[in-house]
């Protein structure tokens, strides 16, 4: 049962692949009721490749609980307008087609608007609405080498490198959940919906601009933009049977630090910039060649010990494990009813008195069908009618 923060409010979710299924899933996770449409072969993830059981993949398992399935086909008209129809009680719907799609079909905003005059409508797209690439398609690795990211992960290896994830796609997802939790209040507060457009490349600009883009901030950019971040203290050291990471970002700690590792000559007192800089770069590589003297779990419980945030460098199996992570309750099991056991990382913010959490497993293809058009106040009739006219399955 939900009694998240956003219990109460329906969210028609035209989504399909990660982007917007994580968008609306975050909002799912929140308490909101997720009605998920999908055409009558599913959303792509149900059979993309990876490893699956029950007739799920891992991938569509990830990103679409706390959702319900109802199966609309919307290249036909009566489907369109079914969409239409659910939307008079819906409080907001999100939809992560190329641009003009939704609007081609009868269901963008002006549409949705016409039904329901409040709605909160949010479309994820690859690019801002001015330009050539305004109606382009993208996907994940387009936009992490346009917005810079590629670059930066690049850097010390000397040609761009790609996060190994969805990392634009989520992105986007959460800055959409973010924009449609702010249009709901303001919704309820001033009475009236509106459009929202989140294009992936200005979402993955704003969430990596800040801290790799400082060099070009100030103007004239020609006085800085050789600064762009070179720092090697992001990257893990390596220990003897594995790596770790540490973060001294204040005088206090890198003095800390220098003293814990048993070398405090490596962090002298000096007020000079140029000597300042070259002190932090001589501390940085006498760890590098200190720390695999020794296994991470060696390591850690000293530099703890002098408060220095520090922690060791998990894969996936390790991190299963970690105390930190296994007393905290940070995944959670559950049975699904096709796919079996399955393992879930729960939602990474912990509400006092209205909890976020998984309460509804993911989906089978048009699960929720019946229920949702009749609770739209569609007679069975009728649903009999569209269901023969292969609208709906």
């Known amino acids: 049962m939900a009694d998240g923060p956003l219990i ?4 028609l979710d035209l989504t399909a692949v990660i982007s917007g299924p994580f968008c609306t899933q975050l909002l799912g996770d929140l308490g ?6 999908e055409p009558p072969e599913g959303d792509s993830m149900r059979r993309n490749v990876g490893p699956q059981r029950g007739g799920l993949t891992a991938s569509f398992l990830n990103f679409n609980r706390n959702k319900r399935s109802i199966v609309i086909d919307i290249k036909k008209e009566h489907g369109r307008d079914l969409v239409r129809r659910l939307a008079v009680k819906a409080d907001a ?3 992560n087609n190329r641009p003009g799609v939704a609007d081609r079909l009868g269901i963008g905003y002006a549409d949705i608007r016409r039904a329901n005059p409040k709605v909160v409508y ?4 690859g690019f801002a609405p001015k330009g ?3 109606n382009f398609p993208a996907y994940d690795p387009v936009i992490q080498g346009y917005s810079g990211m590629a670059y930066i992960q690049g850097l010390k290896a000397g040609q761009p490198t790609a996060v190994k994830m969805a990392l634009a796609d989520k992105v986007s997802g959460m800055t959409a959940a973010l ?5 709901l209040h303001a919704a309820r507060a001033r009475g009236v919906g509106q459009y929202i457009k989140v294009p992936m490349l200005e979402a993955m600009m704003a969430f990596t601009a800040n801290d790799s883009i400082y060099g070009y901030t100030l103007l004239p950019e020609d006085e800085f933009k050789h600064l762009a971040p070179k720092s090697t203290t992001l990257d893990p050291f390596k220990t003897k049977d594995g790596w770790l990471t540490i973060a001294p970002f204040t005088e206090a700690q890198s003095k800390r630090l220098a003293e814990a590792v048993g070398h405090p000559e490596w962090w002298p007192e000096t007020s000079d910039r140029t000597e300042r800089a070259e002190r932090g770069r001589n501390l940085m590589r006498g760890l590098a060649k200190l720390f695999p003297e020794k296994n991470t779990n060696e390591w850690l419980p000293a530099l703890e010990q002098a408060d220095i945030p520090c922690g060791p ?8 494990t970690d105390p930190e992570i296994v007393e905290n309750e940070s995944f959670s099991i559950y049975e699904h009813p096709t796919a079996g ?6 939602p990474g913010a912990r509400f006092s008195e209205t909890p976020a959490k998984m309460w509804r497993v993911p989906p089978k293809l048009g699960e929720h069908t019946d229920e949702i058009l009749r609770e739209a106040g569609i007679e069975r009739s009728q649903v009999e009618e569209l269901r023969a006219a292969k609208v709906i399955v």
């Open 8 to 11: 109460g409010f329906r969210i």
């Open 32 to 37: 909101a009721d997720v009605i998920k449409i």
């Open 93 to 95: 719907l999100v939809e």
């Open 122 to 125: 949010c479309s994820i797209c």
């Open 132 to 134: 050539r690439l305004a």
């Open 179 to 183: 924009a449609v939790v702010s249009a």
């Open 313 to 320: 460098v998990h894969n996936y199996e390790t991190l299963l």
């Open 341 to 346: 056991r399955v393992r879930a990382v729960n």
